[in-house]
């Protein structure tokens, strides 16, 4: 009931494309939804994050959707460009812990 | 600085040996969080410190993993014992007031046992 499913796995996108990343999780206790952004040998950065009681951020090209009922959020990158190529993990808390609960992450390529 | 920073950045051990990563969080952040990351997977939360304390270590894997935080601000995460399978990533975030807001990342310790 801890587990986030993130999928897919790998993503190739056209610069200039939208990239859409997609998490699904159990445990309705979550109450906070970030996403993470990492280049490799470095650590995850955080990306938007999204409470439950709103269905939608957007912070530029980067917009997370969320649906509380079906126990799903995921990550839409608008006009994707090469420099957005890097892993991709969403991630869940709950409570007072802020422990974060993390995706298998995404592994995104944008092609010039 | 103005980032989290570990140290050391890379470790080589021989099994059996047991070492000590360092985490310097963001200076003010009350909340200090240890994950571990193996290739190609997600971070797996490890402890939880609010201040001094550790408010969780339930994702500490066994008894063999320790970790303090004396002064409420720099922590070392100590392995005793160590053995290949402990080969990972070790991350270290802060966050300024805990649960819900944004945690920072170092950049990581790369432990391989040998």
């Known amino acids: 009931q801890q587990q986030v499913k993130q999928s897919p796995q790998s993503l190739i996108v056209q610069k200039g494309g939208i990239s859409i990343i997609n998490c699904a999780y159990e445990n309705t206790a979550f109450d906070y939804f970030p996403w993470y952004q990492q280049f490799p040998g470095k650590g995850p950065a955080l990306l938007i994050a999204?409470?439950?009681?709103?269905s939608e951020k957007k912070e530029g090209r980067f917009t997370i959707s969320f649906n509380k009922s079906a126990k799903q959020f995921s990550l839409h990158i608008m006009d994707s460009q090469p420099g957005d190529s890097a892993t991709y993990f969403c991630?869940?808390?709950?409570?007072?812990?802020?422990?974060?609960?993390f995706g298998q992450g995404t592994t995104l390529q944008v092609k010039p | 600085g103005a980032g989290v920073s570990q140290t050391p950045s890379n470790k080589v051990t021989e099994k059996g040996k047991y070492v000590e990563l360092r985490c310097d969080p963001i200076?003010?952040?009350?909340?200090l969080y240890w994950y571990r990351q193996s290739l190609g997977q997600g971070p797996e939360f490890l402890i939880y410190f609010q201040g001094t304390g550790a408010a969780d270590d339930s994702g500490l894997p066994n008894d063999r993993f320790f970790a303090v935080r004396p002064e409420g601000s720099v922590s070392t995460l100590k392995i005793q014992r160590t053995e290949r399978g402990d080969s990972a990533v070790y991350l270290c975030a802060s966050s300024l007031m805990g649960p819900g807001t944004e945690a920072f990342f170092g950049q990581g310790t790369r432990l391989t046992v040998v």
């Open positions: 200076s003010g952040h009350t909340a």
């Open positions: 991630a869940a808390s709950s409570g007072n812990t802020g422990k974060l609960i």
């Open positions: 999204i409470r439950p009681d709103v």
